[in-house]
């Protein structure tokens, strides 16, 4: 029961709820106020100063090169047309992947390349919520469909130099925006590998091949689960395809695959 004092103000315990609310509303507008001065809010591409935080500018938004439909149903890559059904593309028909499907939220060029540059060589994280929301848009589809989120892993001495794993931190950012629960120790790297840039298909796929493992006592994780693998950037699908063999091996229902960007004339990994 609520009582009024001569006022008219409420009493009881609601009015004290609604008096820690308030000051809870407060300190977070206070608190917001204080890190923005310490840190004031810049574009993540130019770093230009804007009104709010992990976003870009109108100029940098421009150069920014999205992937919108029309586009192949298995790969992900733009097409040129829309029949209003399902597409696949001649790549996929040419060399299907191992995993059942895949979607990026831009392409690999311009700006998104700089940005990942930055995230993956720089260590550079300040766009990272910017990059979660776009992989939860361009991969709508593919969270619904999946049981469980997994990170293509870095091999150990890579992770030791770095000191971070970019595609743990996607994954980490769909997870917090979506929901969805996430496997970060499901997956390993069994050995190291040669860096993928300027290898060819073949070449990729030789290079991952065997180079994935789901970790011991790690097999409940994934087995009769939709997987969805996140990377950083596809370029020929040799590595998504190399740790999703890995995964169904291990019982997966199926694997599906969300990049920042895809990469080359071949669109289908890093």
């Not at 609601?14 to 810049?42: E, M, N, W, Y």
């Not at 994280?125 to 593919?142: I, Q, V, Y």
């Not at 969270?143 to 000191?163: F, H, K, S």
């Amino acid at each position: 029961m609520e009582f009024q004092d001569t006022t008219g103000a409420p009493q009881g315990p609601a009015a004290s709820d609604q008096r820690q609310h308030a000051g809870l509303a407060l300190l977070r507008r206070f608190t917001k106020t204080v890190a923005d001065v310490i840190l004031p809010p810049s574009c993540v591409g130019c770093q230009s100063r804007l009104a709010g935080h992990d976003t870009l500018c109108p100029a940098c938004w421009r150069q920014i090169d999205f992937i919108r439909a029309p586009l192949c149903d298995t790969l992900g890559i733009p097409l040129p047309y829309d029949t209003g059904a399902p597409l696949i593309s001649a790549a996929a028909v040419a060399h299907p992947p191992d995993f059942g499907r895949a979607r990026a939220a831009g392409l690999y060029s311009g700006l998104l390349r700089d940005m990942i540059h930055d995230l993956k060589y720089r260590d550079t994280h300040h766009g990272r919520r910017l990059f979660g929301r776009w992989l939860a848009e361009a991969g709508r589809e593919l969270i619904a469909d999946c049981d469980v989120i997994v990170a293509i892993p870095l091999a150990r001495r890579r992770m030791l130099i770095r000191r971070f794993n970019q595609s743990q931190i996607l994954a980490h950012e769909v997870a917090r925006l979506t929901g969805k629960p996430s496997a970060p120790l499901a997956l390993v790297r069994t050995r190291a590998t040669r860096s993928q840039v300027g290898l060819s298909r073949g070449e990729r796929e030789r290079n991952v091949s065997g180079a994935f493992a789901v970790r011991p006592g790690q097999t409940a994780q994934i087995a009769g689960k939709a997987i969805l693998l996140i990377d950083d950037v596809i370029t020929t699908g040799a590595t998504a395809s190399a740790a999703a063999r890995v995964l169904k091996r291990a019982g997966a229902a199926r694997v599906d695959v969300l990049a920042l960007a895809i990469a080359g004339d071949t669109p289908v990994s890093s």
